[in-house]
T-cell receptor, first 113, second 113 residues
Framework: KAGVTQTPRYLIKTRGQQVTLSCSPI?????VSWYQQTPGQGLQFLFE???????NKGNFPGRFSGRQFSNSRSEMNVSTLELGDSALYLC????????????FGSGTRLTVV | DAKTTQPPSMDCAEGRAANLPCNHS???????VYWYRQIHSQGPQYIIH???NNETNEMASLIITEDRKSSTLILPHATLRDTAVYYC??????????????FGSGTQLTVLP
């Protein structure tokens, strides 16, 4: 069974640009969540999508947005990049129902210069 | 969500049981205890979760005290590959949907040869 796939693995962007990250969940999973990990703040929740609808949202500015497609694949977009957006972005896949656990991908390492 | 308290670091000898404590004294009746671990530069890995009964799976055992104010994750025979940061997370259910994982600082477990 294929795991959670995140692309790209590494990305370097310039301040002010925008970026789109992609996440393909485990087949049959309808929930995708996104997390940001930095050395200073640790793992922080961005948002969760379930059946194409945003179900939960963390405390991040509006520059961070996401969406989920009918095949459960999800994208996360960050506009007007800042140096502080440099982080490991993790996607987590789950059934979205019951006392489910998440399966995380390996992440996308974003560096803003 | 209830806050958790974990020791910042622990050592364990290879082959011995690793017992990782977690305090969650403000836990509510509808909150589950989850354990994840993160090996350097990888996405967090789900280990186990429970509500009030002790749980065991192929990876670990979870012991929850009767008052649910604390729990212990037990890795029965630690190996070098178990060296990781271990996160104890209390997660609330609301209207049939579990909320996002809120990660704390975790415990850095180092398994020594």
């Amino acid at each position: 069974k294929a795991g959670v796939t995140q692309t790209p693995r590494y990305l370097i962007k310039t301040r002010g640009q925008q970026v789109t990250l992609s996440c393909s969940p485990i087949s049959g999973h309808r929930s995708v969540s996104w997390y940001q990990q930095t050395p200073g703040q640790g793992l922080q929740f961005l948002f969760e999508y379930f059946s194409e609808t945003q179900r939960n949202k963390g405390n991040f500015p509006g520059r961070f947005s996401g969406r989920q497609f009918s095949n459960s694949r999800s994208e996360m977009n960050v506009s007007t990049l800042e140096l502080g957006d440099s982080a490991l972005y993790l996607c987590a896949s789950s059934t979205g129902q019951g006392s489910y656990g998440y399966t995380f991908g390996s992440g996308t390492r974003l560096t803003v210069v | 969500d209830a806050k958790t308290t974990q020791p910042p670091s622990m050592d364990c000898a290879e082959g011995r049981a690793a017992n990782l404590p977690c305090n969650h004294s403000t836990i509510s009746g509808n909150e589950y205890v989850y354990w994840y671990r993160q090996i350097h530069s990888q996405g967090p890995q789900y280990i186990i979760h429970g509500l009030k009964n002790n749980e065991t799976n192929e990876m670990a055992s979870l012991i929850i005290t009767e008052d649910r104010k604390s729990s212990t994750l037990i890795l029965p025979h630690a190996t070098l590959r178990d060296t990781a940061v271990y996160y104890c997370i209390v997660r609330v259910w609301f209207m049939g949907s579990a909320r996002q994982l809120t990660f704390g600082s975790g415990t850095q477990l180092t398994v020594l040869p």
